[in-house]
């Protein structure tokens, strides 16, 4: 099994954006965005899809060849050769191209979906237009609290990391050289989140978002490998076109 780390662009915000009550809060930062793929012996696993080109404002810091699409094809493969797709949750930076994968099963929490379908007024982040080919796509969609193993086997496993969002969800994978590793996305999008126990940025619940995030602490103290998708001071050590293994 191997992990690519694929930056997809950037956004320049306030670090608060991501991280409530962080040092530098108001400072003006670039920060990462990551897609990951994963190359199991059962097929291809895509985990989220990135920001939209098409749909960049004033804040993208982005090229079109660094979409998702793009970076596939830099590795020989095209949407339809992805055999599932996790969706951490569906805020733009993470749900750009999901009309673009027709052939895949999706696997997002159905918390997440009813959100991203119908959200309530105080939650943003969401944009129909990124998804709304999706209706009659393919899903599976765990209970919200269910540990979710894609091929029955430990290699893959999605965990309840609500909070952020009503059905966000982290991957933790089982490398075979690297270990277990967890992929965070926006339960705690840079590493000052674990170390000081903030909330991120926005929440939908903060006690939830908490409940997260001390999860994430055990998992790290329990030796796993933590993977941040929007810290421009914590990168992956391997970065597209390198990979874990």
Not at 138 to 160: C, N, Q, R, T, Y
Request: aromatic share 10%; hydrophobic share 35%.
């Amino acid at each position: 099994m191997k992990l690519y780390c694929i930056r997809v662009g950037a956004f320049k915000l306030p670090r608060g954006f991501v991280a409530a009550r962080c040092k530098d809060a108001n400072v003006p930062t670039v920060m990462p965005i990551y897609t990951y793929l994963i190359k199991h012996p059962k097929g291809l696993v895509l985990v989220d899809t990135g920001q939209s080109y098409e749909m960049r404002d004033e804040n993208t810091v982005m090229e079109e060849k660094d979409t998702v699409i793009h970076k596939l094809a830099e590795l020989g493969y095209k949407p339809d050769d992805i055999k599932y797709l996790v969706i951490s949750h569906m805020h733009l930076d993470h749900s750009g191209y999901m009309n673009d994968f027709p052939n895949a099963t999706f696997i997002a929490r159905k918390e997440e979906l009813k959100a991203a379908w119908w959200p309530e007024a105080c939650e943003g982040g969401y944009v129909f237009p990124t998804y709304e080919k999706t209706r009659q796509y393919k899903f599976i969609e765990p209970a919200d609290d269910e540990d979710f193993d894609l091929f029955m086997d430990g290699s893959i496993v999605l965990i309840d990391t609500r909070g952020h969002s009503r059905g966000h969800q982290s991957v933790v994978l089982n490398l075979p050289k690297t270990g277990k590793t967890v992929l965070i996305n926006d339960a705690a999008p840079i590493r000052e989140v674990l170390e000081r126990t903030l909330l991120p940025g926005t929440c939908t619940d903060n006690w939830q978002a908490i409940r997260s995030v001390r999860k994430l602490q055990h998992l790290e103290s329990c030796g796993y490998k933590m993977i941040y998708a929007h810290d421009p001071d914590n990168l992956p050590e391997k970065n597209f076109p390198e990979y874990f293994d």
